[in-house]
């Protein structure tokens, strides 16, 4: 099982980006999806999730700024994030959970830089 995030860069603060997820090597389609951030320093924390059945919850600093998003055949989450604040600096990771165990796998992380 592999998950491959992408789309993190360099962004001005107010700018926006769109970061992606993809799961592979499953069988099953995963059941929660989400995205969490880790600055430096600081303990890595739940961004956004979304539910297979596409219930979501976001983490309050970026309510109303950024939405995330899955597309279900593809086994791919996205996260949309605008409106972006240099407080958003921090590498970004995607987590699945899969199967009737519902076992946790984890993206490798890409990294969201927000200038001021």
């Known amino acids: 099982v592999q998950l491959q995030a992408s789309g993190g860069g360099l962004v001005q603060a107010g700018g926006s980006l769109r970061l992606s997820c993809a799961a592979s090597?499953?069988?099953?389609?995963?059941?929660?999806m989400g995205w969490y951030r880790q600055a430096p320093g600081k303990q890595r924390e739940l961004v956004a999730a979304?539910?297979?059945?596409?219930?979501?919850n976001y983490a309050d600093s970026v309510k109303g700024r950024f939405a995330i998003s899955r597309a279900s055949v593809e086994n791919t989450v996205y996260l949309q994030m605008n409106s972006l604040k240099p407080e958003d600096t921090a590498v970004y990771y995607c987590?699945?959970?899969?199967?009737?165990?519902?076992?946790?796998?984890w993206g490798q992380g890409t990294q969201v830089t927000v200038s001021s």
């Open positions: 979304i539910t297979s059945s596409g219930s979501t």
């Open positions: 987590n699945a959970d899969i199967g009737f165990r519902r076992v946790v796998y």
């Open positions: 090597g499953i069988i099953f389609s995963p059941n929660n």
